[in-house]
């Protein structure tokens, strides 16, 4: 078994590496070359093309095993996300910043609850409810990327501009919004009827807890160590914070990565605490995250769309999932002031998904609220919008009111 996970996790690390650097050149972001490679090691494809290298490279009895070792990389990679997170872009430019946010938001999660009435009698698990259904398709819906969203701003040129800026903000509004919301989903499976409200006031209060308890400790205390590198100690008491933080609300009955999020939230953003952490912990993601894709590879099938109308259907829930992105974020940034091109190529940088999409499409997977038939649609969804970001983007910042980083009109300074 051991042996086993070695080679599946030595494989996907290189294939991983392999297809990343060939989307880099493409223009794409790398991540995605690593999901391309997951799904490509899967039953979808090697699964395909030769069935015994595929149960020699990635056997169904390590699954388990493969499980584990992703969701360890994934509560480390929502950690660093929270260490990325900057309150402070979160404090300027409200007004407008939280009405594209919200718009970007509240869109794609009204068109996916609505879809979610014609999706419920074919791809909903025979017991699950319309209600946890319909929440985790719209609350699915109206993922940005973060992580995926900074890289192509970086890549593209607009980290300085009006543009870019508001992107980031809008897109750290949405990440805060989209784990509570998918905290909230997943209280409500996991509890009855009448423990549902105890789970929410559990993690209200908890985060109420961190950002008024917690933060300020880890505030003081580093502060009073800037001048100098964290040692040994102080990473070790952060980290097994971390593991704390991620085990409470794993119990509270919500889900390890919110715990994660949260806890690198507290930490102060450019603190040396924080740059430490990132530097030696983005490395071990180098190793773990490529288990997830490999895992979210075996549980993708895209034998299961067997026929055209699936297929269609896969397109509609595509095309739904750009509408309520690129359209709430568009008309919002619209009002605010912005140009269309500006506003246009705002809604295309939020309709990126990436690897939160996957993140929320597994936790919606192993709660059962969703079939595998739906998580591999919703997969080749998140692909899809992801590709589709960077060369739709650089056509429209070509334009000189995006590109020379000027705006014509300022509304959100």
Not at 17 to 40: D, H, K, N, T, W
Not at 215 to 234: H, L, T
Not at 321 to 330: D, E
């Amino acid at each position: 078994m051991l042996s086993s996970l070695l080679l599946a996790l030595a494989v996907v690390v290189v294939v991983g590496r392999l297809l990343s650097a060939v989307f880099r050149r493409a223009g794409q972001p790398p991540v995605i070359g690593e999901v391309v490679a997951g799904i490509l090691l899967g039953p979808s494809f090697l699964g395909l093309l030769s069935p015994s290298a595929y149960r020699f490279v990635l056997p169904q009895d390590i699954a388990p095993l493969l499980g584990v070792v992703a969701q360890i990389g994934v509560i480390i990679y929502m950690f660093l996300i929270g260490l990325e997170l900057n309150p402070e872009l979160l404090r300027k430019r409200v007004n407008a910043t939280l009405a594209i946010s919200l718009s970007g938001i509240v869109l794609p999660f009204a068109l996916g609850a609505g879809l979610s009435v014609y999706l419920y009698e074919v791809y909903a698990p025979a017991n699950v409810a319309f209600t946890p259904f319909a929440l985790f398709l719209g609350m699915a819906m109206s993922i940005t990327a973060f992580p995926v969203l900074a890289r192509i701003v970086k890549d593209i040129g607009l980290s300085q501009t009006s543009l870019g800026t508001t992107a980031l903000t809008c897109a750290a509004f949405d990440d805060v919004t989209a784990w509570c919301l998918l905290a909230l989903v997943v209280g409500f499976v996991n509890a009855n009827a009448g423990s549902a409200l105890l789970v929410g006031v559990l993690t209200l209060g908890y985060a109420v807890l961190m950002f008024a308890f917690v933060r300020p400790a880890v505030a003081r205390m580093v502060s009073g160590r800037e001048q100098q590198n964290p040692s040994q100690e102080v990473i070790a008491i952060t980290l097994v914070g971390l593991l704390l933080s991620a085990w409470l609300t794993e119990f509270i009955g919500i889900h390890a990565i919110f715990g994660a999020f949260l806890f690198g939230v507290v930490i102060p953003h450019q603190s040396h605490l924080a740059r430490a952490l990132r530097q030696n912990l983005e490395s071990l993601t180098i190793l773990l995250l490529p288990a997830f894709f490999a895992f979210t590879g075996m549980r993708t099938e895209v034998g299961l769309l067997d026929s055209g109308s699936e297929w269609l259907i896969c397109g509609i829930i595509i095309a739904v999932a750009t509408v309520g992105k690129l359209g709430g974020a568009l008309f919002a940034a619209r009002l605010t002031g912005l140009s269309w091109r500006e506003s246009s190529a705002l809604g295309v940088l939020m309709n990126t998904r990436g690897l939160m999409e996957l993140i929320v499409l597994n936790v919606g997977l192993e709660l059962g609220v969703i079939s595998q038939t739906l998580f591999t649609m919703m997969v080749l969804m998140a692909l899809a919008t992801t590709v589709a970001t960077t060369p739709v983007l650089r056509r429209l910042i070509s334009f000189p009111e995006i590109s020379d980083g000027r705006s014509r009109s300022e509304p959100l300074s």
